[in-house]
Each structure stands twice: as structure tokens, then as C-alpha cells.
């Protein structure tokens, strides 16, 4: 459990890194980049120790995959609550077919 959360967390601060200064264009975009850089860190400072702590629970593989959805998850709430697009059918189609990869990555052979 202890995984997922910080995944979760890193995730977020991830998300504001990456996508939070488009709301900010009229920023220089040296400055964006500086403050992206300062949010990552708080995100490395959660995803190595999660994966430190998984690896052994879960596979690369696996860790990888869980990640992934944690970020479409996150990603889907800030798209829509944060920079206020809307969530489109077929982005909900694209996304569902990611998720399904969770069962063939977690599936026993």
C-alpha cells in the first residue's frame, strides 16, 4: 500500500510539473522550466522510494504498469479540475484500453 500512495503522490506533483504551467503562458518559459524542475524534485523524492519499497512486491514490469494508470487517473482529474478541458468519450476509449493492460502485465500464465 505504501507503494501506491507515494506512487499517487509523485504522481500529482508529476502532473503540476509537466502540464500545471500551461495555465501560466504568459511566464517566460525559462522560469516555467525552473519551476518544473522544482516541483520534479518533490516527485523523485517519492517515486524512487516507491519503487525501492515495490520492487520485490511487484515486478519492473508491473511497478511500470501501476504507475501508469496512477497517471491517467491523475492526469483525467487535472485535465478536467485544473486547466478545465473537458473529458472526451474517445479519451476515455484510449485510456480504457491502457487499463486493460493491467490484466495481461498482472495475469499469472
Not at 507503494?3 to 500529482?12: F, G, P
Not at 519503487?51 to 491523475?74: D, M, W, Y
Request: charged share 15%; net charge positive; aromatic share 20%.
Amino acid at each position: 500500500m505504501r507503494t501506491i500512495l507515494l506512487l499517487i503522490a509523485s504522481n500529482i506533483f508529476m502532473t503540476f510539473a509537466w502540464y500545471g504551467h500551461l495555465k501560466f503562458k504568459e511566464a517566460a518559459l525559462w522560469k516555467v522550466i525552473l519551476v518544473s524542475w522544482g516541483i520534479a524534485l518533490f516527485e523523485y523524492m517519492l517515486m524512487v522510494p516507491a519503487n525501492r519499497i515495490g520492487h520485490g512486491t511487484f515486478s519492473v514490469a508491473q511497478l511500470k504498469t501501476i504507475q501508469e494508470v496512477i497517471t491517467l487517473v491523475v492526469f483525467g482529474f487535472f485535465s478536467v479540475l485544473f486547466l478545465k478541458e473537458p473529458m472526451r468519450w474517445n479519451y476515455l476509449v484510449g485510456f480504457a484500453f491502457i487499463v486493460m493492460a493491467v490484466f495481461f502485465i498482472f495475469k499469472k500464465w
